[in-house]
């Protein structure tokens, strides 16, 4: 999985952080289950507070092409009846 530059706007919040902590007392530390990082979407940026079910480290996601196709045999499942 690609790396989050440092200098990304959106502060990655690690396991067992401070601001991890502190962001879920607030009620506003958000998780993404695709790269399975966490972010305070209470501190404002030019990406955050984020869209529900978006990511602001979607840039930095695993390619698409490295997940099993699951697309084509579905398809073949579906010609088969
Ligand atoms: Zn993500």
Known sequence: ?????PDHPV???RHNSPGK???EK???????GTCG???DDGIATSMTPVPAGR???EYYHPKPQ???RRN????LEGANR
């Open 21 to 23: 902590a502190a962001a």
């Open 66 to 68: 490295e997940r099993p």
């Open 11 to 13: 502060k990655q919040l």
């Open 55 to 57: 990511c602001p480290f």
């Open 72 to 75: 084509s045999s579905r398809f």
């Open 26 to 32: 607030k009620g506003t530390l958000a998780f993404c």
């Open 37 to 39: 990082r966490y972010w």
């Open 1 to 5: 999985m690609p790396r989050v530059p």
